[in-house]
């Protein structure tokens, strides 16, 4: 992190005018200088805004003092970075092994049907995304989903739609 | 004598509803002369939320407790009335628990893990107090040797073998060696190191000082992975306690053991669970494996020398040197000594964690503590070691737990995932499953890993379609062993197994797929062909109401059927039919 006299946030546009850099100023002074921080400063950024933009990442990388492929390479390498937005609940559907016997193709099945829209795509009253994950360690309650920290397990596809309808009559 | 209730929260628990049960628990006995403490996951998942009541020294467990339970259980603790018998644990259960050998998971489900009074109370940090005054490295490395603990992150590498590479690679000009921990606990259908995260952190940094004190390391750094945000909370907890006590820092009890300790998130790769490629990401890296040598013990994290090891073979550590190697050798097999961590998945009655001695039969697992398979269906097969390993049919069931003789049979022992299978599930869609894993996981350094898995995904897929072809299987074949061979890294290497084993043991499935169109699980949808038995079908019209593409047709109270053109095999019609008309081949 040694570019300082580089441009700084101020200087930059976002085409998501909902990216406001002056946020990420504490987490990059806190890791200026500190070897092997990338991961961390991808992760935190994603906690700030949501999601990774590339135009965020290119800024990111001007800042950290290395080239925006290395940036991008890593935030595509690892499953957690998103580079589009997500609606407000994040649905995680697991995939492991334990709900694949126990038919979490079903379940997916069902939350397709009952948010109507692909994997990865907002819902258009902007409430849902929902993603295909791995294992997340709760294999004995399988099938099982995550939306945002909460986890819900021994799920059935109508249990799962109920839980869909609650949050969205919840707002 | 206050009274003393132990709510289980582990993230299995919570799942299950335990924080609303705490709550409800706290509401209801305010100011009473109770405690509601919390602790982590007690391994028997199917019982989740449990409630541990200790009055007077008597220990009464509540299982699957819901609001009415609650409502019962503070009358019993009031006194009142003693109605909530019926919630309390099943002798059969209560004894599952007994059978079991308990060292990684000592202290899981038993002590608030937020809480290291308790952990001290169970002879925690008893290595750190007393032992190491009286023994040296030296004598530390000899006591892993004579445990003869084999790593458990899944190929069971000597631990002892390890720590003296550490030990003895030449200490940098700056004095930095590092003790690293994998808590990237990667493998689908594996949760015993969240479960010891989350329940016993204390076990896991008391393993890691041992660690340092043998190699002399200063520093350490835990890899946990992101999707367990509990257990990063709990062990950040432990950390911080750990250091208010002088067990963590610089002068560690007033000896010359210094150790530093920090938690680093993992973002997601299953190659990360590869030491190369998780000192890859530490550095901020994408994780990639790179060749050995040179070994981490030589040149590990920034080219310092470093020994790495999982979860549970730390969290065993402080349980040999405080018993001895020989006690933990005496447990197990020739060739595998002590316990393992094995968590209980799939088509099981009762899942969950189960630690056993080595040695014991896979029939010990799931008919023993598992309670055999759910709806007493047909056992078909276990998939042990994950993406890594194989399934393991029905007539190996008195295969022996043991490094070796699993490792024959073609599967590994692996981390410890144990996912049961029964006569539902189709073995050739289990191996297209692991393979969209593995081809997805593949890091891409090793073509034959990188566009052989996809290959064999590809191929997997059209069988699993009814468009497999005569030659597919000896194609699969090969191409599993020129992955085997071309690839750097353990992950690349094992990832044919899934395929190599479901072929070695269920062909004629495969080949029901292939050459007759068939799947005996009825799971692969397009070989699947619904038709109604006429004689049993009513003319109820449920079925033509529900199909969603209106293939099908019939008048009241008439026979019904089904058009196979325009059947798109969703299931529905078989999901509602109340007689059981709907046939499906």
């Not at chain 1, 069902?110 to 360690?137: K, Q, S, W």
């Not at chain 1, 939306?147 to 309808?165: F, S």
């Not at chain 2, 076990?203 to 190699?215: H, N, P, R, S």
């Not at chain 2, 209980?344 to 055999?372: A, C, F, H, N």
Request: charged share 25%; glycine share 10%.
């Amino acid at each position: 992190m040694s570019n300082k006299c580089c441009k700084n946030h101020t200087d930059w546009q976002m085409k998501d005018a909902a990216i406001d850099l002056a946020r990420l100023e504490p987490v990059l002074e806190q890791y200026d200088g500190v070897q092997g921080s990338l991961i961390t400063i991808l992760q935190k950024a994603q906690e700030l805004y949501g999601y990774l933009p590339v135009d965020l990442l290119a800024y990111i990388a001007m800042r950290a003092g290395v080239k925006p492929a290395k940036v991008l390479g890593v935030a595509t390498f690892y499953t957690q970075f998103r580079l589009n937005p997500v609606g407000k609940n994040l649905i995680m559907l697991c995939q492991g092994t334990a709900c694949h016997v126990n038919g979490s193709a079903a379940i997916e099945e069902a939350i397709r049907e009952e948010l109507g829209v692909e994997e990865g795509a907002i819902t258009p009253d902007g409430l849902f995304t929902y993603n295909n994950v791995a294992c997340l360690g709760c294999c004995s309650l399988s099938p099982v989903m995550m939306i945002g920290e909460d986890t819900y397990g021994t799920l059935t596809p109508e249990r799962a739609k109920e839980i869909v309808r609650r949050i969205r009559a919840d707002g | 004598m206050s009274t003393q209730i132990i709510v289980g929260k582990g993230s299995c628990g919570i799942a299950a509803g335990a924080s609303r049960i705490a709550a409800l628990l706290e509401e209801g006995l305010k100011g009473r002369d109770c405690s509601i403490k919390t602790a982590g996951c007690i391994g028997m998942c199917y019982l989740e939320p449990i409630v541990d009541v200790i009055e007077n020294g008597a220990k009464r467990t509540y299982v699957r407790v819901d609001a009415d339970a609650v409502a019962e259980i503070i009358k019993a603790v009031s006194g009142d009335e003693n109605t909530a018998e019926q919630y309390e644990i099943p002798k059969e259960d209560d004894d599952n628990l007994h059978k079991q050998t308990r060292i990684a998971l000592a202290n899981c489900g038993i002590i608030n893990p937020e809480d290291i009074d308790e952990y001290i109370a169970r002879d925690g940090y008893k290595t750190i107090t007393d032992i190491i005054r009286e023994k040296s490295p030296e004598e530390i490395i000899g006591e892993l040797k004579t445990a003869g603990l084999g790593g458990r992150g899944g190929a069971g590498f000597p631990t002892w073998f390890k720590w003296r590479a550490a030990r003895d690679a030449p200490v940098p000009k700056d004095g930095i060696k590092y003790v690293i921990c994998n808590a990237d606990e990667g493998d689908p259908g594996a949760f015993m190191d969240r479960a010891v995260l989350e329940g016993d952190p204390h076990a896991l940094i008391e393993g890691m000082l041992l660690c340092a004190y043998a190699i002399g390391a200063p520093q350490g750094v835990v890899y946990v992975r992101a999707e367990y945000p509990l257990a990063i909370q709990r062990l950040e907890t432990a950390i911080r306690q750990a250091e208010e006590r002088g067990y963590l820092g610089d002068h560690i009890l007033g000896t010359d053991l210094s150790f530093t300790l920090r938690i680093n998130a993992g973002a997601g790769a299953f190659v990360c669970g590869e030491e190369t490629a998780l000192i890859a990401s530490l550095e901020g890296e994408r994780g990639m494996p790179r060749l050995k040598p040179p070994f981490p013990a030589q040149k590990g994290f920034w080219q310092k020398p470093s020994n790495i090891n999982n979860v549970e073979t730390y969290a065993n550590v402080p349980w040999i040197i405080r018993n001895g190697g020989a006690a933990f050798s005496a447990m197990g097999t020739e060739n595998s000594k002590g316990t393992k961590v094995f968590a209980l998945t799939g088509k099981i009655k009762k899942g969950g964690l189960v630690e056993i001695p080595m040695g014991s039969t896979i029939r010990d697992v799931i008919y023993g503590v598992g309670g055999g398979i759910r709806d007493d269906k047909a056992f078909k097969a276990v998939q042990m070691g994950g993406p890594s390993g194989g399934c393991i049919p029905a007539d190996l069931i008195d295969t022996m737990i043991d490094y070796r003789t699993l490792a024959a049979t073609g599967a590994i022992m692996g981390s410890g995932g144990m996912v049961v299978m029964d006569e539902t599930t189709c073995m050739v869609d289990m191996a297209r499953f692991f393979l969209d894993f593995t081809c997805k996981e593949s890091c891409g350094k090793c073509i034959h890993c990188r566009i052989g898995t996809r290959r064999m995904l590809e191929i997997l897929t059209r069988i699993t379609q009814g468009e497999g072809k005569d030659g597919d299987i000896e194609l699969l074949h090969d191409l599993a062993l020129q992955i085997k061979d071309g690839s750097l890294c353990g992950l690349g290497q094992t990832a044919p197994n899934p395929v190599l084993t479901t072929i070695k043991y269920f062909r004629n499935e495969y080949e029901d797929h292939i050459y007759h169109k068939k799947c005996t699980a009825k799971q692969c949808k397009p070989l699947l062909r619904y038709t109604i038995n006429a004689e049993k079908c009513t003319g109820c019209t449920l079925c033509s109401r529900k199909c969603p593409v209106d293939a099908i047709t019939g008048t009241v109270k008439n026979a019904h059927v089904i058009d196979p053109d325009k059947c798109i095999k969703c299931g529905k019609c078989a999901e509602v039919c109340r007689f059981k008309a709907v046939v499906i081949e």
